[in-house]
């Protein structure tokens, strides 16, 4: 769960303390990172975003240089993580090309791998916006099955786009006078702080789903004209499987020979080194297919380490695969990776179970939870890819 909030149009300094609320409020959506970008109205772009809230957001210096009346859109966001690592670089909103967007939603991993350039980025949103760039949005729609709410502004026709599908919510807004637009996740935030604000308004308005709409922002003090719209399906969604849950510790996506380089390592930690490519989905191959072909190389591993792979699976030694240097993890390096639990579902992640490790796209390492580990499809492909 992330939180989408902005403002757009005929931006006064009363709309500014509107955008800085719901920006605030809308903390409770998301607190690993927030961000901003700043559309004036020549089109040049300014951005902010950092790790943490928004309250901490607000308070550094270059906060005021984005956020301000000479600005057309304000496109705001709060990031709960759920793919790649809380840093700087993933935090919304994401400039892909002509396009600039904040998602609020997850895609699976083998939904992103379809897009373009997928192993370049470190989340699923910025492939996504990517793709939008390269593709336009309705083939990028088209690939996609999870959930999604997207607010984009598109530079080829200077547009202010929204879309989500039912998986996630999204309201919009209107002041009496139509010359500014406000919108955010949550219907009760902006009843809230326009009200608060002494702002006349329209009653926001559920985004439908599947349903493109683009705006044109209006000349200074001009009311906005009807968007357009356009209806754009995702792509039919995937049937889960059953999969057995046996995964062990650590990370397997290219195990090294000798990775524990103590000389009085035992052999048994010496196994052969994999093809990168064993560990990644095939075109024609299904997810039953794929987890039966690679839970062999897992078994493997898992034996090199001394995981047992079984109904119950046991970890010996407490033993765990550093994804940055290939050695045996010690426990503050477990500690500082973990500090913000699992990177996919926030989970704590304890010493002792079966929590895998990896390294991103951006060379930062990802930890998953025991639960992720075994159980959780999604988490597994992308574990493994």
């Not at 089109?43 to 956020?67: E, F, N």
Request: aromatic content about 10%; some cysteine.
């Amino acid at each position: 769960m992330c939180g989408l909030v902005g403002v757009a149009g005929d931006i006064s300094k009363i709309d500014i303390d509107v955008f800085n609320q719901l920006l605030f409020a809308d903390t409770l959506r998301g607190q690993d990172s927030t961000g901003v970008a700043g559309i004036n109205i020549v089109g040049d772009v300014d951005w902010i975003k950092r790790v943490g809230i928004a309250s901490d957001l607000q308070d550094i210096r270059g906060y005021d240089r984005v956020v301000n009346t000479r600005q057309k859109i304000l496109i705001g966001h709060n990031r709960y993580g759920t793919q790649g690592a809380k840093s700087n670089a993933n935090a919304h909103p994401f400039e892909c090309g002509d396009v600039i967007g904040a998602h609020n939603g997850t895609v699976p991993w083998e939904s992103k791998n379809k897009l373009p350039k997928a192993s370049s980025f470190g989340t699923d949103s910025e492939a996504i916006f990517n793709a939008i760039d390269e593709l336009g949005i309705a083939k990028t729609i088209g690939l996609l099955h999870g959930a999604w709410a997207l607010t984009y502004w598109d530079a080829r026709d200077d547009t202010l786009n929204f879309i989500r599908n039912k998986e996630r919510p999204f309201y919009y807004a209107f002041n009496a006078a139509h010359t500014t637009l406000f919108w955010a996740s949550e219907e009760g935030m902006l009843h809230w702080i326009l009200g608060r604000n002494g702002i006349k308004y329209d009653k926001p308005t559920l985004l439908a789903e599947d349903t493109l709409l683009s705006f044109t922002i209006p000349a200074h003090n001009k009311e906005f004209e009807e968007p357009r719209r356009q209806k754009i399906m995702g792509a039919p969604p995937v049937v889960p499987v059953s999969v057995p849950t046996r995964f062990p510790t650590g990370n397997y996506s290219y195990t090294r020979p000798n990775f524990d380089k103590r000389p009085d390592a035992p052999k048994s930690n010496t196994v052969a080194e994999y093809n990168p490519d064993d560990w990644t989905i095939r075109s024609d191959e299904t997810l039953e297919a794929y987890f039966a072909r690679t839970d062999k190389l897992v078994e493997r591993a898992a034996g090199a380490i001394g995981a047992t792979v079984n109904a119950i699976p046991k970890i010996a030694d407490y033993k765990y695969k550093h994804p940055i240097t290939n050695g045996i993890m010690t426990r503050d390096e477990f500690d500082e990776i973990t500090q913000h639990g699992c990177d996919w579902c926030n989970q704590d992640v304890m010493w002792g179970t079966h929590a895998s490790f990896i390294a991103s796209s951006t060379g930062d390492p990802e930890c998953f939870c025991e639960d992720c580990t075994l159980n959780n499809n999604e988490a597994k492909l992308y574990i493994r890819s």
